[in-house]
């Protein structure tokens, strides 16, 4: 479980990234349920750090505290620092992976964790911006542009800006289940999970068809996924072809309407795994998986356990087993 976390500024930080990961690990939400971290902010050379944007904030600790952290921080820098990566930041990295620490970059950050070697003949991402400069400066790294995100063991890579929420909620999830990760992105009032990945983001910002919203096509699926929901059964009720709908569907959500029922079908199970003692059949008949044996099949492809272990180690952490009901 975490318990420590280090957000590393280096000169030349974003400030809304820097924002981003003070407010998924620094606030306190104890009074919700929600474990509290020992969040520090530091740096190589403690005193004033020089944001992008013109500001600078007084940044008090050096990397000692980092040195033991169980997550480490990296926030994105403009280009000409991403060249020049501290030596003593890029220690700090190889060192924590080492040891088994999470190490998570945001957008841009990514290049520290490339420089310091962490990333060689693995995954990664950044800024799609940035990605195929990436690409080229280290060719050991498999760098994914589309992506929001991207976890290889413990070290996490995020795209640009708001996919750093993603990736800070991917990780909380993993530490303290999806329940107590729904707080978290409620107070921040943002989705807990977002599907598809940045590519939708790079033509166009905004859906080509925006006129009518899907949103209460998808509200409506919620509702039922215990059913056997098909692809033709949401374009009737969008009163679309199939054809279209799932064409507007992709353009809108960034997945296949297949792919977003069974991701949304995982987090319900989820919700159910902690908050209830219902055995794997019946939670499995609730979540639309028709059997424990398709749910194993799932939950493992998705978060990379099984239920039980998923059990084992989250239920219970918010609120009294056996409080829901099934559906009728």
Partial sequence: MIRTVACVLQEGFTAFEFGVVCEAFALDRSEQGVPSFDFRVVTPEPGMVEAKIGFRIEVEND???AEEADLIVIV???PLARFGADPRVLDLVREAVARGAWVLS???GAFTLAAAGVLDGKRATTHWMYADEMARRFPAIDVD????YVQHDRIITSAGTAAGIDACLHLLRQEIGAELTNVVARRMV???HRDGGQAQFIDSPLPEHHALSLA???DWALDRLRDDLSVDDLAARAHMSSRTFARRFKADYGVTPAAWLGRQRVMHAQRLLERTDWGLDLIAADSGF???AVLRQNFARVLGLTPTAYRERFCGTA???GDMAPAA
Avoid: K
């Avoid at 542009?145 to 929001?148: E, G």
């Fill in 106 to 108: 945001v957008c841009s």
């Fill in 145 to 148: 542009p589309d992506v929001l």
């Fill in 76 to 78: 994105s820098t403009p």
């Fill in 63 to 65: 990397l000692s505290f």
């Fill in 290 to 292: 028709g059997s424990a």
């Fill in 216 to 218: 209460p096509v998808a």
């Fill in 190 to 192: 943002v989705a807990p």
């Fill in 319 to 321: 609120m009294t087993r």
